[in-house]
């Protein structure tokens, strides 16, 4: 399979988002693959998006956002969990996509132990979850996933069908009404893996 270029990220952040549904994450781990395909995501666009972390403009812990497309964006809540982006559109405009939740496809043994014998449906069914499931931490923050030599990187894999994907508001977030309604989470339907 092919990894997705930079190219694919510097575009519309809705576009790469709904996009993004069906392709596959990647993560080489002392050696072993672990992979999960993508069943979830959000959108986050611009300064003017109340439930963005860009909505207080540029800080140390925002930055990657501003940055090149293409790059991670991984940030540290709740004092204990991990959060992976991928970075859209052009350089020195905020705009990221969360990944909310993963399908398990290789080395799920090793998910299972690095989450504690959870049931493989609560395995990457969430944006924690999945960045613990795949070894995904600050480390990762601001990392080029489309670099050759990258240790996480996205691959393209079977496109979704319209039919099949679901669009709806973001789960949690905060803001004006308009943040509220906005319908910038996609998902695949029916998927077991949802984070709801």
């Not at 319209?162 to 004006?176: H, K, Q």
Request: hydrophobic share 40%; net charge negative.
């Amino acid at each position: 399979m092919s990894r997705l270029s930079r190219d694919f990220f510097a575009r519309d952040t809705l576009a790469v988002a709904r996009e993004l549904l069906g392709q596959r994450l990647v993560r080489n781990l002392d050696g072993k693959q672990l992979s999960g395909r993508i069943v979830e995501v959000e959108a986050y666009i611009g300064e003017d998006d109340q439930a963005s972390h860009a909505s207080c403009g540029r800080t140390q812990r925002n930055a990657p956002m501003y940055g090149s497309p293409g790059h991670a964006y991984v940030y540290f809540i709740y004092g204990m969990h991990h959060c992976l982006n991928v970075v859209t559109e052009r350089e020195g405009f905020p705009a990221a996509v969360l990944i909310r939740a993963l399908e398990p496809l290789e080395g799920v043994e090793e998910m299972r132990a690095r989450r504690g014998g959870r049931p493989d449906a609560q395995l990457t069914s969430g944006p924690a979850r999945l960045c613990q499931a795949l070894a995904v931490d600050r480390r990762f923050d601001d990392a080029d996933l489309c670099a050759p030599d990258a240790l996480l990187f996205l691959e393209r894999d079977a496109a979704i069908l319209d039919e099949a994907a679901g669009i709806s508001p973001r789960i949690g977030v905060r803001g004006d009404e308009a943040t509220l309604a906005a319908p910038w989470r996609f998902y695949i339907r029916g998927n077991g893996y949802l984070s709801r």
